[in-house]
């Protein structure tokens, strides 16, 4: 089977169309179900975190070494040639005459863009400031793929901080290949920004903006959680505007059994602990996803051939 | 008959004519952007014909093609490009937006990667009409960050 992602770029969550999504999905369940093979033996992958990122490093990292790849690189910018003021261009320039492929994040938002152009090597984005992060967008549509048994025609809600929340405009933007209905819960200042909203609309995707959160929890299937960032807000503020978006355990009463609670973590106190003993929360497995996601992700962009999903 | 002279004039060249008033030292701006060394006239708030005044901007030695008056577009959509050549207009056109901007404005976005890089700007041009209310909106999209902005951030 002809594998469209091999040797390519993985900056934006936008590059991928729909096929491309429903492949590297189609082997992370593959690889959660069995080990596969070291589909990166004899491959060096260099993990540049140029900011840190403990999670995003770690998963990918261990992703790596599953498939047997070699790992160099650095976990942030402190010790290397950027604090001599050596250009992201010229480092990436050099780092992809070593490495068959580099991950990296940055601060700057566009940095994977410009490294994806310069590097002769694949270039996967971990994240550019509050730009793109799309293996963590693959990573959540393979939990709710996962946990729904399938991607079209489910509703979805987003709650919290639906402005800044780049994981949330890139879920939107990704499940709006699969034909959605979309609910809004958010504070009036962290509304979804309107060139999302214009693309949906471009895009004849159904959303509507709901007032509060338990009317969200009896519609949906999937409740994608964010949290409300404090520094938004004047004290006074965020205590009233918070308490409209924890959700408790006693709020799922009214939920489709199918309905699954997702969450990007770290949460704070946006998801209350009790949830975690509900059926329907699934955070925690979503973060162990990451892990088959980017196993899979590496796979497919360094491998011309996969041979379990010509077998499946 | 001053317009007409102002046309005339040139030996070769081109003719910005109809720029919004206003905009003409914005036109002129990008223009020496792109050529520093260019010889330029600039007429401000000079008598229009359909629209009360305008700007107008005279270019010598340079014809310019459609891509290069496109670059104008935010400023003066409404323009229309005379290209002379031996004191004749021998191609006149209207400016029209080009699919894309590059190294002509920086990314409004401060952290963007644009501004710390030896790279130029780039923007995707998109435009949608909205038929009920006759309205036409420009926005531009950062190739590298991703943003998009209206083209009032530009102007």
Redesign the interface.
């Known amino acids: 089977m002809p594998n469209p992602l091999y040797q390519k770029d993985i900056v934006s969550i936008r590059d991928l169309n729909q096929t491309e999504l429903e492949l590297i999905i189609q082997l992370a369940s593959i690889i959660k179900a069995q080990p596969v093979s070291p589909y990166l033996s004899n491959k060096v992958i260099a993990s540049c975190f140029f900011e840190a990122s403990t999670r995003t490093r770690l998963s990918f990292e261990t992703a790596v070494q599953r498939l047997q790849g070699s790992l160099i690189g650095f976990s942030d910018s402190a010790n290397t040639s950027t604090q001599k003021g050596e250009t992201l261009t010229d480092s990436i320039n050099m780092i992809s005459s070593y490495a068959d492929a580099i991950i990296m994040r940055h601060p700057k938002e566009g940095a994977a863009r410009l490294a994806a152009e310069v590097a002769t090597v694949p270039v996967i984005n971990g994240g550019d400031g509050a730009n793109q992060h799309p293996s963590q967008t693959l990573l959540d549509l393979f939990s709710i793929a996962e946990c729904q048994g399938r991607l079209t025609d489910l509703k979805v809600a987003f709650v919290g901080d639906l402005k800044y929340g780049r994981t949330v405009h890139s879920l939107a933007q990704a499940l709006s290949l699969f034909n959605p209905t979309f609910y809004f819960i958010a504070p009036e200042a962290l509304k979804m920004p309107s060139y999302l909203e214009q693309d949906l609309a471009e895009k004849g995707i159904s959303y509507q903006y709901l007032s509060s959160l338990e009317e969200g929890v009896e519609q949906v299937d999937i409740l994608y959680m964010t949290r409300v960032q404090k520094e938004r807000f004047d004290p006074t503020e965020y205590m009233h505007i918070a308490s409209k978006y924890i959700l408790t355990k006693a709020m799922l009463k009214g939920a489709k059994p199918n309905m699954r609670v997702l969450h990007p973590l770290p949460r704070v106190d946006e998801i209350h602990p009790d949830v975690d003993s509900s059926e329907h929360a699934y955070y925690f497995q979503q973060a162990e996803n990451g892990v088959y996601a980017r196993q899979a992700l590496l796979a497919l962009v360094m491998n011309e051939h996969i041979k379990e999903l010509d077998n499946a | 008959m001053r317009e007409t002279m102002a046309v005339e004039a040139i030996l070769k060249g081109t003719v910005i004519d109809h720029v919004p008033t206003g905009q003409g030292l914005n036109i002129l701006s990008l223009i020496q952007k792109r050529d520093p060394q260019a010889q330029i006239t600039v007429g401000l708030n000079l008598p229009s014909k359909g629209n009360g005044k305008k700007d107008i901007i005279k270019v010598e030695g340079w014809l310019f093609s459609q891509h290069d008056a496109g670059e104008m577009a935010l400023y003066a959509p409404t323009a229309t490009v005379n290209v002379i050549d031996n004191y004749a207009v021998v191609k006149k056109f209207k400016i029209e937006l080009p699919d894309q901007f590059v190294g002509l404005f920086a990314c409004p976005?401060s952290?963007?990667?644009?501004h710390?890089?030896?790279?130029a700007s780039r923007f995707s041009v998109s435009q949608?009409h909205n038929a009920e209310a006759n309205t036409h909106k420009v926005?531009l999209q950062?190739?590298?960050?991703?943003?998009?902005f209206s083209d009032s951030l530009f102007k």
């Open positions: 976005n952290n963007c990667i644009s710390t890089e030896p790279v949608t926005r950062c190739h590298f960050c991703e943003r998009t």
